[in-house]
């Protein structure tokens, strides 16, 4: 009972912090002038520019190979300089304890661990109406889950990660934080074998970023196969997904059948209500 007590003891806590992170945690050109540089809260790797209207540009830019954002002299430089500053308070997802008191499952985005004494402790679960953690606080919006995020670690450094959002993509990791774009490339045939560290003919297509529940609707759905899908796999519903030989391993955008027309998921065609099997 004590060890319930305090899981929700820190999650209340965490929840009343949760917008005050967000607002210090977006970049800001307060106290600044044009054509400033300034940090990327949510990754050291990266930097906004200032522009005429003290805002930052919409999209950060990265430093080059091998160098970090500095915060004290506002420029990029190596990240093994001794004078060397990097903010990480605000990263909201990490898997490694260090900068933050709870760090994410990076396989399940409804746990999470609280770090003691440098190290990750038993793993606690988000559950009922907030079943997901977002790298602070037990939520509803499987979107901000951090097991959808593709992060290089301490131990990622020099190898290559997955895509959780493509079985045919993965990442170099370069640095340790979110992976960069600059460094996603795709498998031209077959999909990305992780373990191998190459992409492979025979390795299988399986979700990371997309599982679900069988009794839920797919809302992100990753072609596994060529043919027709059912949306809602227990049940009777007008949407369903269409995989081509191209679409294998990528993400597909849900179909609709003809007016008055549901997608039955044991046949995979669209058929009357009273024909379909999974009607209640």
């Given at each position: 009972m004590a060890g319930k007590l305090f899981v929700f003891v820190v999650i209340e806590i965490l929840a009343c912090c949760a917008s005050l992170s967000a607002?210090?945690?977006?970049p800001t050109c307060q106290g600044h002038v044009a054509g400033d540089t300034i940090p990327d809260p949510l990754n050291c790797h990266q930097f906004y520019i200032c522009l005429d209207t003290l805002?930052?540009?919409?999209?950060?830019f990265a430093c080059s190979d091998g160098e970090d954002f500095d915060s004290v002299t506002l420029s990029?430089?190596?990240?093994?300089?001794?004078?060397?500053?990097?903010?990480k308070s605000c990263f909201v997802c990490e898997y490694e304890c260090g900068s933050k008191p709870l760090v994410s499952d990076p396989w399940d985005c409804s746990l999470f661990y609280e770090c003691a004494e440098?190290?990750?402790?038993?793993?606690?679960r988000c559950s009922g109406?907030?079943?997901f953690f977002d790298g602070y606080v037990c939520q509803s919006d499987e979107a901000k889950c951090c097991s959808c995020i593709a992060y290089c670690g301490t131990g990622d450094l020099g190898r290559y990660i997955p895509d959780p959002q493509n079985c045919r993509g993965?990442?170099?990791c370069l640095n340790r934080g979110p992976a960069q774009e600059a460094h996603h490339s795709y498998c031209t045939a077959g999909h990305f074998d992780f373990l191998h560290q190459k992409c492979s003919l025979s390795f299988p297509?399986?979700?990371?970023?997309?599982?679900?529940?069988?009794e839920e609707c797919i809302e992100t759905f990753v072609c596994e196969a060529e043919g027709f899908f059912p949306k809602c796999p227990t049940m009777c519903d007008p949407s369903y997904y269409e995989c081509s030989a191209n679409d294998v391993g990528f993400v597909v955008e849900a179909k609709q059948c003809p007016d008055g027309l549901l997608f039955d998921p044991v046949t995979a065609t669209c058929v009357r209500d009273l024909d379909c099997h999974a009607s209640s």
């Open positions: 607002a210090k945690c977006e805002e930052p540009t919409p999209a950060p990029c430089m190596n990240p093994s300089d001794p004078s060397y500053v990097c903010d440098g190290g990750a402790g038993t793993a606690m109406e907030k079943p993965y990442y170099q297509c399986f979700g990371l970023c997309y599982s679900h529940p069988p």
